[in-house]
């Protein structure tokens, strides 16, 4: 039986040139709950309205309210008419780095056969209830991240796509400046030959992978939910972030026992001093900011194998916090790396509990990781720039 497309043709709405500035949504979790609710506040149309919600509403009333964003801005003529199936090209621009993009519809069961591999272990109530917001809203609209192995033919082939305008090229006050083109049809039956029998593995979207596949089991494995969009990009491209944790509580701790628990699990810990630095400065160490004070965390003992996600959740968040890495219990808070340690500091100090800053997995420990067919905690990595969602819109 003869293997299904990894990668194929997609037939999309795209957000047309005058809206797309204001329609195209920052990265959902780049933004935490109150800076989402006032992005939606402010505007009516940007695309969050869509894939998020107001946290006051039931889980009934946040689909009804995504479903009449989605209908609003079509209303708007915020898009296109659906357009002849094409693969594009996603360009994203920020702060002098560059990376583009093949999109187009991924075969879902190429995750099943091991053509696209995961990285991140995923959190079963957040991919259930991204499962549901699927089946009801009845589009893919946020692009899952692939990487590949750098290739020289798809290189030289992106290259001549891209000789063509583009038709899309705008930047939100966030300064990524994000450019569209449609793939002419030739390249693109070079690029499908291509990438038949190639391995990638997701960058981004373990989640909506895991909600797609459980909303095409639920159909009993239906053409129409068998492919989800996807971002291709070489990996070679690609930076790699940290997530930082926030835990909303000591689990009933003072600040003093927390730190002499943490002695105890075999970590060297030093405040940190005002002149210098908060950042970790390499693999395994980790800053801690606790009781308005910084800290560095060290283990003393530590195996090359290890990686910091791992060794933060089963040496301190779970034994001494009690915290689950599946999150259910709303304690655990995710940040990326991109933030800076001071917006990190001040939520601690406003909310309470304990911060902890993580060193960024690197390219090569990744490539282990994946080459071994393990898995890291959620939210392990935050690679940057991220795709964003409502440029394109696909009915499922």
Known sequence: MSKAKLLDRVSAKLVKPEWAERVVSPAYDMLRGAEREKLMDEDPYVFLHVTSAKSSLSAEKRSAANIEALKRLFDA?????????????????????????????????????????????????????????????????????????????????????????????????????????????????????????????????????HASHTVWDRSGKSERYGKILGALFSADELKIRSFHR??????????????????????????????????????????????????????????????????????????????????????LHYLPGTIPLGYLESITQSEGGVAFALHPVSMDQLQAIINRKKTLPPKSTYFEPKVRSGIFIINR
């Open 77 to 209: 003529g915020a898009y296109s008419d659906t357009l002849n199936s094409a693969l594009y090209l996603y360009k994203l621009s920020y702060e002098g780095h560059q990376q583009t993009a093949i999109v187009g519809d991924i075969s879902i069961e190429a995750f099943e056969d091991g053509r696209v591999i995961p990285h991140e272990r995923t959190r079963e109530f957040r991919a259930n209830d991204l499962a549901n917001h699927l089946e009801n809203i009845g589009i893919h609209s946020s692009p899952v991240a692939l990487a590949y192995d750098d290739d020289a033919e798809v290189n030289a082939l992106i290259q001549e796509a891209m000789e063509s305008k583009p038709v899309l090229d705008f930047c939100r006050e966030d300064n990524l400046e994000q450019t569209i083109w449609r793939v002419p049809d030739q390249i693109a039956d070079k690029l499908l030959t291509l990438f038949q029998d190639k391995t990638t593995f997701i960058v981004d979207g373990h989640h909506r992978v």
């Open 246 to 331: 926030h835990v909303s509580d000591l689990n009933n701790l003072t600040p003093e026992s927390l730190i002499k628990r943490i002695a105890e699990m075999d970590f060297h810990i030093e405040p940190v001093k005002v002149s210098e630095g908060y950042e970790p400065e390499y693999a395994g160490q980790f800053s801690m900011f606790l009781d308005d004070s910084w800290y560095k965390l060290s283990p003393q003992r530590i195996h090359p194998s290890e990686l910091d996600a791992v060794i933060l959740q089963k040496r301190i968040l779970h034994p001494i916090l009690e915290v689950e890495e599946e999150g259910s219990d709303g304690r």
